[in-house]
């Protein structure tokens, strides 16, 4: 298999094949990453398609990423913290609020229930977590990227990598508890009503 690197190198000197197979590899891999922190299918690819431009202008200037995975993940997560910060993504949070669910007209009623339960629970439970502690998760067990990774992704210290995801792991395991606790009083609370 060819080295990153060495695709870089022939889609700098304008490689056709050598950006398909770059796409290739990494299009599917970021635009999940990306689209687990954004929440929004259209808007995870206009973010996977504007990373590719920004690897372009630096490719055309001759500037080839020394980490080309951790390079596309950076840029990346840094279109999504800009566009976290616009207005933009303000009033549309607003209005997915009032959006109603798409539903898979394939799934029964239950699956579909069960799949909008999961992802709530995990969702919400993600909400509790900081922007940093977020990607950090995501990266590790959406992406099964490694710490050092991560660290070189997000430009933080490895010790800061590992604390925050520590901290991230202890506060999802509270959150999920309590969930769970929930549930089950309700749960219990209806067997006993019968």
């Known amino acids: 298999m060819i080295s990153d690197e ?11 094949a050598a ?20 929440k929004d299918s259209k808007k995870a690819e206009d973010v996977v398609q504007e990373t590719f431009i920004r690897l372009l202008k630096q490719l055309k200037n001759k500037q080839i990423p020394t ?3 951790a390079w596309m993940y950076r840029v990346a997560s840094n279109i999504c913290k800009d566009y976290w910060r616009s207005a933009q993504y303000r009033s549309e949070d607003t209005a997915k609020e009032e959006m109603p669910v798409t539903v898979d007209q394939q799934a ?20 509790n977590l900081s922007e940093t502690q977020q990607q950090i998760v995501t990266l590790r067990f959406y992406q099964d990227m490694k710490l050092k990774e991560i660290a070189e992704i997000l430009d933080l210290p490895l010790g800061t990598v590992k604390s925050n995801l520590f901290h991230a792991l202890k506060r999802l395991r509270g ?8 549930e089950a009083e309700r749960h219990e609370g209806t067997t006993q009503s019968r």
């Open 19 to 38: 950006f398909e197979a770059f796409v290739h590899r990494y299009h599917v891999a970021i635009y999940q990453y990306v689209e687990r922190l954004l």
């Open 67 to 69: 980490y080309p995975k």
């Open 108 to 127: 029964s009623v239950i699956e579909i229930y069960e799949r909008q339960e999961t992802r709530k629970e995990i969702l919400a439970s993600l909400k």
């Open 6 to 16: 060495k695709l870089l190198e022939q889609m700098a000197d304008g490689d056709q």
């Open 175 to 182: 959150v999920l508890s309590k969930e769970a606790e929930k």
